[in-house]
Nanobody, 125 residues
């Protein structure tokens, strides 16, 4: 079992930056991909981006490409989401999620086995 805990959310003005963290515990190996999703009120959960287990491959949604970057530090069991040039439409609860060992990156929430509790990001105009 893997437990994921997000942190780093908050209130920021448009154009600002935030860095979210996703800390994993419960399993010592890090050979699984991790994705970030977000969910705004009244909307479905949306894929933001994902990183493979080694950190060598990342994929991003078109709406965030060039503004958000995912990285991981397997020694610290942590995945990061650096968010720059934030827009009011980025306001949502952000979740990190992990897949099973050996699985590939996926954009579908249903493919992920482990989820954090979410962290709120609010971008004011």
């Amino acid at each position: 079992q893997v437990q994921l805990v997000e942190s780093g959310g908050g209130l920021v003005q448009a154009g600002g930056s935030l860095r979210l963290s996703c800390a994993a515990s419960g399993r010592t190996h890090n050979n699984y991909p991790v994705a970030w999703f977000r969910q705004a009120p009244g909307k479905e959960r949306e894929f933001v981006g994902a990183i493979n287990w080694s950190g060598t491959t990342t994929h991003y949604a078109g709406s965030v490409k060039g503004r958000l970057a995912i990285s991981r530090d397997n020694a610290q069991n942590t995945v990061y989401l650096q968010m720059n040039s934030l827009k009011p439409e980025d306001t949502a609860v952000y979740y990190c999620a992990g897949r099973s060992v050996g699985a590939s990156i996926s954009w579908k929430p249903s493919d992920y086995d482990y989820w954090g509790q979410g962290t709120q990001v609010t971008v004011s105009s």
